[in-house]
Every structure is written in structure tokens, then in C-alpha cells.
């Protein structure tokens, strides 16, 4: 079974900048996409990033386009989320996912979750 360890969260100051790391164990992340999600308090998750099956295509939400970079170990077992000039409005629990289906849209295709990650942008 597929288990997800999201680290890498912290304090950081807005225009700093963060990696997040996803480990995986009881198996690799191969055959799967690989996503972060994020949801803020009193807010709806939201998906962040996707890295497809292969690796070969990304996508971002709008909000964080030229500012974050999803990437993938060669291995298949560490997925990272780049994270710079950090916002505000970035302040969230990011959560890594798998799945068979790289979405933005369909959170619910993403079959295996971690326990998420705190990312605080503050003064």
C-alpha cells in the first residue's frame, strides 16, 4: 500500500520561498500521477499542481504559476513542490496525492493522501 509523508513546511516570510517534499513508501510513485493540494482555514482544498504518470507535462493553478515548480525524483519516490515568492494567501496545509489520472479538477481520481504540511507566510 501506497503511503504519502508530506514535510518541508514552516514560517517564512512573503517573498521567501519553501520546498515541500512528498515521500513515498510501501511502494514507488510509478504508474501514478503525483499532485498538491492545499486547503486554508475556513476554506475549500484546493489543487495546486499536478506532475503527470510519466512526468513528462505539469500543470498550476493560476495563483501560483511562475511562483511554484512540481517535480519528481528519477526513483519515483520523492515528489517536491518549489515554492517562491511566497504570499500570504499561500498560507495553507498542503497535502501530496497519487493517482492514476493527473486533474486538477478532480481531486477525488487521487486515490492515496498524506497528512499534509504547514506552510505559514507571515510578517
Known amino acids: 500500500q501506497l503511503q504519502l509523508v508530506e514535510s518541508g513546511g514552516g514560517l517564512v516570510q512573503p517573498g521567501g520561498s519553501l520546498r515541500l517534499s512528498c515521500a513515498a513508501s510501501?511502494?514507488?510513485?510509478?504508474?501514478?500521477?503525483s499532485a498538491w493540494f492545499r486547503q486554508a482555514p475556513g476554506k475549500e482544498r484546493e489543487a495546486v499542481s499536478y506532475?503527470?504518470?510519466?512526468?513528462?507535462?505539469?500543470d498550476y493553478t493560476p495563483s501560483v504559476k511562475g511562483r511554484f515548480t512540481i517535480s519528481r525524483d528519477a526513483n519515483k519516490k520523492m515528489v517536491y513542490l518549489q515554492m517562491n515568492s511566497l504570499e500570504p494567501e499561500d498560507t495553507a496545509n498542503y497535502y501530496c496525492?497519487?493517482?492514476?489520472?493527473?486533474?486538477?479538477?478532480?481531486?477525488?481520481?487521487?486515490?492515496?493522501w498524506g497528512q499534509g504540511t504547514q506552510v505559514t507566510v507571515s510578517s
Open positions: 510501501g511502494s514507488t510513485l510509478d504508474g501514478y500521477a
Open positions: 496525492a497519487a493517482g492514476p489520472v493527473a486533474t486538477l479538477s478532480m481531486p477525488n481520481l487521487y486515490q492515496y
Open positions: 506532475i503527470t504518470v510519466r512526468g513528462t507535462r505539469t
